[in-house]
């Protein structure tokens, strides 16, 4: 159980975050929500995770393409819960063009969210695991770590980035009790998805119905949709002391896209 241990989820107000947040607390943890959104639906998420699972729950607003902010979030971590002992780092945006199209800013913003700033968020929190001589890291990398589609350039070099990075800091960890390891999805039904059905309709020449089961379905040999509720019990077990020696995996959840 994570009883008394504190979890910082990045992109935690929405989709797979919130679901791994909750999983995280439901198994005992403090947790540090993440992410943009209404103040109230936020407020509601905060309240739903302390009254649901009699942990305590705080908002950070660090936005994740700013490293001070970053650093912000894990110093409200420390200072509200004492520690830092899980970090998930899952906040991550898309966009959908042809790489001569790819507006540079978007290229920017796609590598500052999905890439960096997991290594700002991981230089930020690993001393404070190394202090206590435990620690989990788990990234939201994606199918797209593995393989590629067309028009997400941006998205798949970030992703790839963060299975290296991965495997990296297990090498670095792999003395101390800390293990980081990242898991990818395939396609999940969360907002993010849903977001892109119009620019896949537009690249594509394609209708809303020809974009979910000739594009996204048509990856995932299941013909299903992956839940968030799946991606957070994978992340509770790599929290879990019989998770101690898995570390630098890229773990594929994904209905068998990448097996074939
Ligand atoms: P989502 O859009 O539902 O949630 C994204 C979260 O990130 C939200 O809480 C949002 O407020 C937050 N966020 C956005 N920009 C931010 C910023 N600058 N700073 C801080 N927080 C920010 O998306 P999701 O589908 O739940 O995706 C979560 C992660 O899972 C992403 O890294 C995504 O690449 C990855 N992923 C998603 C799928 C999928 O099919 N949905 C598949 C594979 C990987």
Known sequence: SLKSKTAVVTGSTSGIGLAIARGLARDGANVVINGFGEPDAIEKARAGVESEFGVRAVHSPADMTKPDEIDAMIALAVETFGSVDVLVNNAGIQYVSPIEEFPPAQWEKIIALNLSAVFYAMRAAIPHMK?????????????????ASPFKSAYVAAKHGVAGLTKTAALELATHKITVNCISPGYVWTPLVEAQIPDTMKSRGMTKEQVINDVLLAAQPTKEFVTVDQVAALAVFLCSDAASNVTGANLSMDGGWTAG
């Open 131 to 147: 202090k206590a001589g435990w620690g989990r890291i788990i990234s939201t990398a994606s199918a797209h770590s593995l393989v």
